[in-house]
T-cell receptor, first 110, second 112 residues
Framework: EDQVTQSPEALRLQEGESSSLNCSYT??????LFWYRQDPGKGPEFLFT???AGEEKEKERLKATLTKKESFLHITAPKPEDSATYLC???????????FGSGTQLTVLP | EAQVTQNPRYLITVTGKKLTVTCSQN?????MSWYRQDPGLGLRQIYY???????DKGDVPEGYKVSRKEKRNFPLILESPSPNQTSLYFC???????????FGQGTRLTVV
């Protein structure tokens, strides 16, 4: 059974204070690891897909990296508009699609 | 505009009264899923569908039914809702099982 654990559960940063979110996973054959952003009252919004260890993806202030056991979402010089819950999910190749972690609620203070 | 549309967005109902939450996607995706989201438990898959007339159980299927008679639609049916089904529900679709999923805006269901 696929398992995904995200840490920390909540993170408060000052604007401009860089940090990283962690996603640890256990799967029997990773086909893809996904990062999503979720704003309050809205559906998750796709950010990145990572397929193999060593892969990195970047989008604006966000950078996602992948190892064989975990993924990190690095946030560089965050702004208040980056405040959201960030979700990690894995797919092990079955048609069941995604297994999600519980998310990290990020708050960036001005 | 590519989108997944759920209706209704908010619903309050009473225990035992059958209800249906609709989901429609305009991206010609084969894969569709239903998730529920509860505090501290994250998103959990209820049912998924790989194509028309092909559906299967996810992690928490008890008390739910689905059907996939058309490629674009994937309704979620609660035949006898109970208070423990109070939750935030999301429909999602993707081109393939391993590609990124697109989510609807969610349906907040309260069963009293």
């Amino acid at each position: 059974e696929d398992q995904v654990t995200q840490s920390p559960e909540a993170l408060r940063l000052q604007e401009g204070e860089s940090s990283s979110l962690n996603c640890s996973y256990t799967v029997s054959g990773l086909r893809g690891l996904f990062w999503y952003r979720q704003d309050p009252g809205k559906g998750p919004e796709f950010l990145f897909t990572l397929y193999s260890a060593g892969e990195e993806k970047e989008k604006e202030r966000l950078k996602a990296t992948l190892t064989k056991k975990e993924s990190f979402l690095h946030i560089t010089a965050p702004k208040p508009e980056d405040s959201a819950t960030y979700l990690c999910a894995v797919n092990s190749g079955s048609a069941r699609q995604l297994t999600f972690g519980s998310g990290t609620q990020l708050t960036v203070l001005p | 505009e590519a989108q997944v549309t759920q209706n209704p967005r908010y619903l309050i109902t009473v225990t035992g009264k059958k209800l249906t939450v609709t989901c429609s996607q305009n991206m010609n995706h084969e894969y569709m899923s239903w998730y529920r989201q509860d505090p501290g438990l994250g998103l959990r898959q209820i049912y998924y569908s790989m194509n028309v007339e092909v559906t299967d159980k996810g992690d928490v299927p008890e008390g739910y039914k689905v059907s996939r008679k058309e490629k674009r639609n994937f309704p979620l049916i609660l035949e006898s809702p109970s208070p423990n089904q109070t939750s935030l529900y999301f429909c999602a679709s993707s081109l393939e099982g391993v590609s990124e999923a697109f989510f609807g805006q969610g349906t907040r269901l309260t069963v009293v």
